[in-house]
Nanobody, 120 residues
Framework: VQLQAFGGGLVQAGGSLRLSCAAS?????IGWFRQAPGKERVFVAS????????YYTDSVKGRFTISRDNAKNTMYLQMNSLKPEDTAVYYC?????????????????WGKGTQVTVSS
């Protein structure tokens, strides 16, 4: 399985970005994680293989939306009302369970990250 995240960039606080994660191979649950400078990589959101179940970390609830288009084998993270503290490298990851991904475990594959920078 290969994962490729893209769509990052520089945006002002309050703005929006949409990240995409293109996957090859079979359908997996997908998670988005982020790593800010000097900090550990942390969970952001996950979605089940069918798209019926989603999880979010508390700090992004109501602002970020995870979705997927299985016909295109592509997953998305719509990020609205961005804050400077959202600045990080964002990674998509594949696993067998969106629930496990939400706990930070169960990652079978990592994609390369994409940088998101939110200016104040």
């Amino acid at each position: 399985v290969q994962l490729q995240a893209f769509g990052g960039g520089l945006v002002q606080a309050g703005g929006s970005l949409r990240l995409s994660c293109a996957a090859s191979g079979r359908t997996f649950a997908i998670g988005w994680f982020r790593q800010a400078p000097g900090k550990e990589r942390v969970f952001v959101a996950s979605i089940s293989a069918s798209g019926s179940t989603t999880y979010y970390t508390d700090s992004v609830k109501g602002r970020f939306t995870i979705s997927r288009d299985n016909a295109k084998n592509t997953m998305y993270l719509q990020m609205n009302s961005l804050k400077p503290e959202d600045t990080a490298v964002y990674y998509c990851a594949a696993g067998s369970s969106s629930t496990l991904l939400s706990t930070g475990i169960g990652v079978n594959y990592w994609g390369k990250g994409t940088q998101v920078t939110v200016s104040s």
